[in-house]
């Protein structure tokens, strides 16, 4: 007999976590989500084995900095043209061709970096590094096709999503700092390998993947330009635009959110580099993959405990407190006096980070039509790239002349900055979030 304590646990856990249980019971949705997770893996190893590697080789924390910020510059404009593309043309159309260039690109710059080549070439091979599908978009994207009109559970789905992206963090930032400090080509050679399993096991999942705006025009007898330009003016009058078709999906509201998570990524960029050169001081560089796991971890239990609660907390007032933790945290990076320190800090407000990409997510639903919905996403991913390789090349020229705390002041300036753009924004998103849902209208 099942102790009462136990089978009340039992209970509770069902009742937090079953939603997702559900949603990954849903034909085929298992396996594209967690496809999509495994090709991701770019993200969190990319930027750190570039750090580690250049360090390593050449010992010039300003070049590893300028590489991360090229990388991310290139990723902000080629994110935005890639949803742009999987909208218009479909997502297997657009994925594969992009696959390829990034394992070339991939291939080539360790080879570059372990014969210590001239930095030029490191910087001509490096944008290249930026031919990355966009998996997380594409995967909420199907999400959002698969459960139109049903905001609860498309909600659960947005959370789950972040779920599994914590996870990829969890994993990938030892596996970067742990697989760098080896070997450069081992590292990158793990993260190629994790793109084509990932790859195959999403992209050749065709049934959950939503319609191309071109099929949604050829089905519907139009060409492309007529249909978006129909699907632009019903959107319009859905935020009472007085009808009138935009033809652009550039408004107030998600302008104001591109600007807080460009702030959002200036300032979380720049405390990953310096936590590097301060772990570096202190001989403990072997222990920053654990740091950031933990950050990661702790945004993990935040994701799986927010993500399953239907909240009746107004979505923008969730947006502004998660946000105003994570940036006050890192924000005090500035006066810890030994890596444990920032790794409690970190787990202590992990939780809000999840949560904070979450609510920009939820966000999107409100701001972009269903058919727009991947480049609207790229779009967010895109500034806070931007915002990212800004806060790696200043905290990286400051940690060369000042050391780690050089870089932990940049930290604290670009932290408040961050948040006094976002609430410059405040009115834009407070009415963004009060407008229905774009995604549960038919079109």
């Not at 949603?23 to 999509?36: E, K, Q, V, W």
């Not at 071109?214 to 089905?219: G, I």
């Amino acid at each position: 007999m099942v102790h009462p304590t136990i089978a009340g646990l039992n209970a509770a856990v069902r009742r937090l976590f079953g939603g997702y249980a559900e949603l990954l019971r849903m034909p085929h949705a298992a396996r594209f989500s967690i496809g999509s997770v495994i090709a991701c893996m770019p993200f969190p190893m990319v930027g750190m084995t570039i750090t580690i590697a250049v360090q390593h080789y050449y010992g010039n924390y300003t070049l590893a900095g300028s590489l991360t910020a090229v990388q991310a510059i290139a990723l902000a404009v080629t994110g935005p043209v890639l949803g742009k593309l999987v909208d218009k043309f479909g997502q297997h159309q657009v994925s594969i061709p992009t696959i390829l260039v990034w394992i070339v690109a991939a291939m080539s710059l360790v080879s570059c970096i372990t014969a210590r080549v001239p930095a030029w070439i490191l910087y001509c091979i490096v944008p290249f590094m930026a031919a990355i599908p966009p998996w997380g978009a594409m995967s909420r994207s199907r999400w959002t096709h698969m459960l139109k009109g049903d905001r609860v559970r498309t909600d659960r789905a947005l959370g789950l999503s972040g779920v599994f992206d914590e996870c990829m963090w969890v994993i990938g930032n030892p596996l970067a700092s742990g697989l760098a400090v080896i070997s450069g080509i081992l590292a990158f050679s793990f993260t190629g390998l994790c793109v084509v399993i990932g790859a195959l096991m999403f992209l050749t999942e065709l049934t959950t993947e939503p319609p191309s705006q071109t099929t949604l025009a050829r089905q519907a007898g139009m060409t492309r330009a007529e249909y978006r330009a129909r699907e632009d003016q019903r959107a319009a009058m859905l935020h009472n635009d007085t009808g009138k078709a935009r033809s652009s999906i550039w408004g107030p509201g998600l302008i104001a959110v591109c600007v807080t998570w460009f702030g959002l990524g200036s300032f979380q960029s720049a405390a990953s580099i310096s936590i590097i050169a301060f772990a570096t001081e202190q001989q403990m560089k072997q222990y920053t993959g654990l740091v950031f796991a933990c950050f990661s971890l702790s945004s993990l239990m935040g994701a799986l405990v927010y993500g399953a609660k239907n909240w009746v907390i107004p979505l923008w007032k969730r947006f502004y407190f998660c946000l105003a933790v994570v940036d006050l945290g890192i924000g005090s990076f500035l006066f810890a006096r030994h890596l444990w320190v920032i790794m409690i800090i970190y787990l202590i407000i992990g939780v809000c980070q999840a949560p904070t990409w979450i609510n920009g997510n939820q966000l999107m639903l409100h701001l972009v039509p269903p058919t727009r919905f991947t480049e609207g996403m790229a779009w967010m991913g895109a500034m806070n790239a931007v915002g990212g390789s800004a806060g790696s090349a200043i905290a990286g020229v400051f940690i060369d002349r000042h050391g780690s705390q050089g870089g932990f002041l940049v930290v604290s300036v670009l932290a408040i900055l961050s948040l006094v753009l976002a609430f410059i924004g405040f009115r834009q998103i407070k009415e963004g979030t009060e407008t229905p849902t774009l995604t549960a209208i038919e079109v």
